[in-house]
T-cell receptor, first 110, second 111 residues
Framework: SQQGEEDPQALSIQEGENATMNCSYK?????LQWYRQNSGRGLVHLIL?????REKHSGRLRVTLDTSKKSSSLLITASRAADTASYFC??????????FGTGTSLTVIP | EAGVAQSPRYKIIEKRQSVAFWCNPI?????LYWYQQILGQGPKLLIQ????????DSQLPKDRFSAERLKGVDSTLKIQPAKLEDSAVYLC?????????FGPGTRLTVL
């Protein structure tokens, strides 16, 4: 399967803690994107990191990309209950090669 | 800026019935996608349009699924006849400069 793999599958933390989730993929990519999906809702685009970038920040989000290891991580700092959602990475290899990972379900306990 | 609109939000049908979903992308976005997301999985691409032309429909079960994007704006996805395994959320997305923007999805339950 060309779909990326994410770990952990599920993560439960206390409010205020940091949450880290990882994404591994198989092919060379142009960029990698992270999305959030609240239960029963559509996907919300969080951040895009290009293949020539190693780290990117957006608010409480920090994304890293290691193309040599074909992996990315998403760090959410100072988590809040509202961060409870599923998080998906998606790899874009150009053309029609855009694939979502399997997702990490994050629960932030107030 | 208005987001991607989809309707209906929920649909329950019996197997072998037909169903249609509608999507209105963000204004100016030439590329439109339909994804199927089965519970507990990541979204899977069904079909991609560039304006009103099909770019990729390799994963669309063409014996029962069809989609069109007349005039290169709105799109409809149809399932006829539906099977139990079609129960999923159907997501529409449009893109501009690489970033994809998703609609809220239509949750289909086939009984």
């Amino acid at each position: 399967s060309q779909q990326g793999e994410e770990d952990p599958q599920a993560l439960s933390i206390q409010e205020g803690e940091n949450a880290t989730m990882n994404c591994s993929y198989k092919t060379s990519i142009n960029n990698l994107q992270w999305y959030r999906q609240n239960s029963g809702r559509g996907l919300v685009h969080l951040i895009l990191i290009r293949s020539n970038e190693r780290e990117k920040h957006s608010g409480r989000l920090r994304v890293t990309l290691d193309t040599s290891k074909k992996s990315s991580s998403l760090l959410i700092t100072a988590s809040r209950a509202a961060d409870t959602a599923s998080y998906f990475c998606a790899t874009d290899a150009g053309g029609n090669q855009f694939y979502f990972g399997t997702g990490t379900s994050l629960t932030v306990i107030p | 800026e208005a987001g991607v609109a989809q309707s209906p939000r929920y649909k329950i049908i019996e197997k072998r019935q037909s169903v249609a979903f509608w999507c209105n992308p963000i204004s100016g976005h030439a590329t439109l996608y339909w994804y199927q997301q089965i519970l507990g999985q990541g979204p899977k691409l069904l079909i991609q349009f560039q304006n009103n032309g099909v770019v990729d429909d390799s994963q669309l079960p063409k014996d029962r699924f069809s989609a069109e994007r007349l005039k290169g704006v709105d799109s409809t996805l149809k399932i006829q006849p539906a099977k139990l395994e079609d129960s999923a959320v159907y997501l529409c997305a449009s893109s501009y400069l690489g970033g994809k923007f998703f609609g809220p999805g239509t949750r289909l339950t086939v009984l």
